[in-house]
């Protein structure tokens, strides 16, 4: 009887026992970006199921979003700094992959390497002329601040017109500011659709299209390592159990579709922000179309 008491203690003291060695919640606080096109929704789903897959090793999570929008540049800062933004998304350049920790799987298997444009009514006869690339190079590209294409279309000797903020950047078209806009594959027909009504002579031009290669990674704070070593393995699984390619194709089908397109002229353009090691680094994950064309390039050089 004397030992009762001791254990009414014990038992008393496990509850706390247990709090202190549960896993703490882990907050993945994420930007806030409005975009017609899907791959933003879509980059947080996958997180989410990034997150979810690796909760067997890493514990619990909780995703928080951003109140305020910010422009690609602005989350980069913030990643630099650390102790706010978590993760953003982005194409690589040297400034991303020394400024924050890259998450090397790429999550959209290679499909914004190609580059879309949107043009106006008026100048489709011009349009329509574009036979080779340096028929593409005479006309003026507009380009947004901060934006990875703007650097390898000027390292090729591309004409940029940089504009302000995403939204700034289609009126900036329709009045004649430059003759296209430079959207990724997915990007365009949400964007017609979207700005149709407010600028009627917006279309999508169907004869020529650039292709660089360009992964797109989850890039993370620095001071978050365990977060980029978390959602490397559950993207790794996702990929594995074809929850990555499910998710893909269910968000992506019409941009696929746009690539079959009989009548489109496709540029290769190298992408001078990054070197080859991507690409071989990357390949187990990409669409078949992206390594047959670096196959294609490689065997042309």
Known sequence: MRLFPALLMLAAMLPAVAEETAPATQVVTIPYMEREAPHRVYADQLLTIALELSRDRYGPYRVVQQREETVIRRQLLQLEKGGGLSVAVAMPTQEWLDGALPVRVPI?????SFRFFLGRQGDLPLLESVRTVNDL????????????????????????????????????????????????????EPELRAQQHAYPDLRVVDNFAVYTYMPMYFFVAKDQPRLAERLTYGLKKAHANGQL???????FGDSLKLLKNKRLKVFHVPNTNIDKSFFERDKPYLLDAIVALEKAAHTAR
């Open 137 to 188: 190079k005479a006309l003026s590209i507009g380009q947004g601040p901060g934006w990875s294409t703007a650097r390898i279309l000027e390292d090729n000797g591309f004409k940029v017109v940089y504009g302000g903020a995403h939204a700034t950047l289609i009126p900036m078209l329709h009045s004649g500011r430059f003759q296209l806009l430079m959207r990724g594959v997915y990007e365009v």
């Open 245 to 251: 390619d499910r998710l893909f194709n269910r968000v």
């Open 108 to 112: 959209m298997r290679g499909l914004a």
